[in-house]
């Protein structure tokens, strides 16, 4: 790589990605999940989400070969985060209506 290739990478870096741009904000908003932070920074980044009701924690990181989540008690890519959200939600329901 140039000097400029390697000043060109390295400014790229440094781009803001905003939140509420990223596409796995609508899924974890419709499941009732609001973000902690508002933006992330680079190529690579993390943005950990919060329940409104529940209060229980999911921590996204993409930008990588492979988006994942980890949290909750659970870990997966991003072929299993809908699944897993939607599981949740259930489970939650279910201990609503049994108590």
């Known amino acids: 790589m140039t000097q400029k290739e390697i000043d060109a990478f390295n400014e790229a870096d440094k781009i803001v990605h905003k939140v509420e741009k990223e596409w796995h904000y609508p899924i974890f908003t419709k499941y009732g999940y609001e973000p902690i932070e508002k933006e992330g920074i680079g190529f690579v980044r993390s943005y950990n989400y919060v329940h409104k009701e529940r209060g229980n924690k999911i921590e996204w990181t993409t930008g990588c070969n ?17 699944p897993y959200l939607e599981k949740l939600d259930k489970e939650s329901m279910l201990c609503q209506t049994n108590s």
């Open 66 to 82: 492979r988006d994942y989540w980890k949290g909750s008690g659970g870990y997966g890519y991003w072929a299993d985060l809908e």
